[in-house]
């Protein structure tokens, strides 16, 4: 996978980011924006599931963008906890359509935890990708918006069974509501960090998003 360090605006702050390329690129690649957890859950755009979902989806093809929310990194300004991370996922994905290459009528979403509630709770910064993979949603946020989401795009839920935080039975009967709009895969063992099964659950993601943007 190639890789260029960029900067790009949300608002009126810079935020820091790399654009990953696969190797082969065919004409007009489809393309990804994959947002990191919660700083205090190793959220930035380094984190093992982020690196892990951009490999996977290189291997398919799709070109990635990833990025530090502001406040983290040596994005400027101040995290506020969900309050205005919204734009600068809006903005990711403005920059991801733009991207020279890249076809800006497949675009993808990811989000783990943190900013799985950000997405969910802010619907109309989120309308230009056309699927959205969600990776272990706080339930709160998936109540509130997860039907709506389903309704307007291809849609991924995955979750573990042995998430406190997230846990996968309340999140299968919201999926359920969904009338089978929603997609969902539970890993058996998995936690809300995922860790040491990074590759399980970036596989799956990436598989989901490639098909919905072919």
Do not use: Y
């Amino acid at each position: 996978m190639r890789q260029t360090a960029i900067s790009f605006r949300s608002e009126k702050l810079n935020l820091e980011g790399v654009v990953g390329w696969p190797d082969e690129p065919s004409g007009g690649a489809p393309v990804a924006v994959v947002c990191p957890p919660h700083p205090t859950l190793s959220g930035d755009m380094d984190n093992p599931l982020v690196i892990a979902i951009c490999q996977a989806l290189d291997s398919l093809g799709v070109a990635t963008v990833r990025f530090n929310f502001r406040g983290v990194g040596q994005s400027e300004g101040e995290f506020s906890n969900g309050k205005q991370e919204g734009h600068d996922i809006e903005a990711a994905l403005k920059l991801a359509k733009r991207w020279p290459g890249c076809d800006g009528k497949r675009v993808g979403l990811a989000g783990h935890s943190f900013a799985a509630a950000v997405i969910l709770r802010g619907l109309g910064r989120v309308k230009s990708a056309r699927a959205v993979a969600l990776v272990s949603p706080p339930v709160a946020a998936a109540t509130q918006s997860l039907d709506k989401l389903a309704r307007e795009r291809r849609l991924l839920v995955l979750a573990g069974d042995a998430d406190r935080i997230a846990p996968s039975e309340r999140l299968a009967t919201l999926v359920e509501t969904s009338g089978g709009r929603a997609q969902m895969e539970v890993v058996a063992g998995a936690t809300h960090h995922w860790r040491g099964q990074e590759a399980d659950a970036a596989e799956r993601v990436a598989r989901f998003l490639a098909g919905a943007l072919v």
